[in-house]
């Protein structure tokens, strides 16, 4: 907590006001970054765009989002394994039914199929492959850096190019 003070220019006695421990300030930045997430994701995938649209938006959301936080990937991954309720609960209380977005997705990406526009794939497999290749650079990115011999500069510069190329990869991967 005096860490967390410290870095955030206030004294420890004030933080401890506001948030009384660090399980409340925990809880309180992790439902803010998961409505965030949530959030974002609900209004892409229900709103009117197109399947190759989406996947492009969802990219750009988890890029953007995560450029944005570094330290979310772990943070995630390291919750998800001691509480994978949470997020759900999260995404609840923030308005948005997890699995009725997610059903939303799927019944397009099964239309996209039936009608032949792209090849046979599981919504939850697509959904999965997309998340996955924008998060893991993030996950990965010390190894990244150093074995590409990069700065942070240079890895923000190719998480940049990135969106565009996870999002073409994905969707060409999908042709008949």
């Known amino acids: 907590m005096e860490e967390i003070a410290r870095e955030a220019g206030i004294n420890r006695a004030l933080l401890h006001y506001y948030f009384r421990s660090k399980e409340k300030m ?5 439902e803010e970054r998961m409505k965030e997430f949530f959030l ?14 989406k996947i492009r938006a969802i990219v750009r959301h988890d890029i953007d989002m995560i450029s944005a936080q570094p330290d979310l990937p772990i943070f995630i991954m390291q919750e998800l394994a001691q509480n ?9 209380r923030a308005g948005m039914n997890p699995g009725g ?6 019944s397009q990406v099964k239309t996209a199929v039936d009608e032949k526009k792209i090849r046979p794939i599981e919504g939850g497999q697509l959904l999965i492959n997309v998340m996955s290749m924008s998060v893991y650079p993030f996950i990965a990115k010390p190894v990244i850096k150093l074995v590409q011999g990069m700065d942070d500069t240079q890895f923000d510069r190719m998480m940049e190019r990135r969106k565009e190329e996870v999002a073409q990869f994905v969707i060409d991967a999908l042709k008949p």
């Not at 925990?26 to 992790?30: E, K, R, V």
């Not at 974002?40 to 649209?53: H, Q, R, T």
């Not at 994978?84 to 609840?92: C, I, L, N, S, Y």
């Open 40 to 53: 974002g994701l609900a209004g892409i995938v229900n709103g009117p765009l197109s399947l190759d649209e």
């Open 26 to 30: 925990f809880d309180l930045i992790f």
């Open 84 to 92: 994978p309720e949470r997020m759900v609960g999260t995404a609840q």
């Open 101 to 106: 977005v997610m059903k939303a997705f799927f």
